[in-house]
């Protein structure tokens, strides 16, 4: 009974310690401005790093960029997955997990 109290202690331990942080790994790039494009998969914003230029819809709920009233470039850090929705990453679509002014 105590060795599973103590393996239970240390996964809660090792669970906490393990945390992500989503500052970590960032990577730096500039919002250059509207997709003006007219098909199925386009439209949002580019997001070039640089050596990729990314099509992002939108920016993760909470985050206190407006991209319909800001200047353009904005520079910017931030994470990001593969777009998995309809257009499944076509036109290096990306879904932002965070980002940040620089």
Not at 21 to 37: H, L, S, V
Not at 80 to 101: A, K, Q, W
């Amino acid at each position: 009974m105590k060795s599973v109290f103590f393996l239970l202690i240390f996964a809660g331990i090792a669970l906490i310690a393990c945390h992500a942080d989503t500052t970590a790994n960032m990577k730096e790039g500039q919002i250059t401005g509207p997709d003006g494009r007219k098909c199925a998969c386009c439209g949002g914003w580019f997001l070039q790093t640089t050596d990729t230029t990314f099509l992002l819809v939108a920016v993760p709920q909470g985050s206190n960029i407006d991209l319909q009233n800001a200047s353009f470039p904005l520079p910017v850090k931030f994470n990001y997955v593969p777009d998995t929705s309809f257009c499944n990453g076509l036109m290096n679509r990306i879904t932002l997990t965070h980002i940040e002014v620089q």
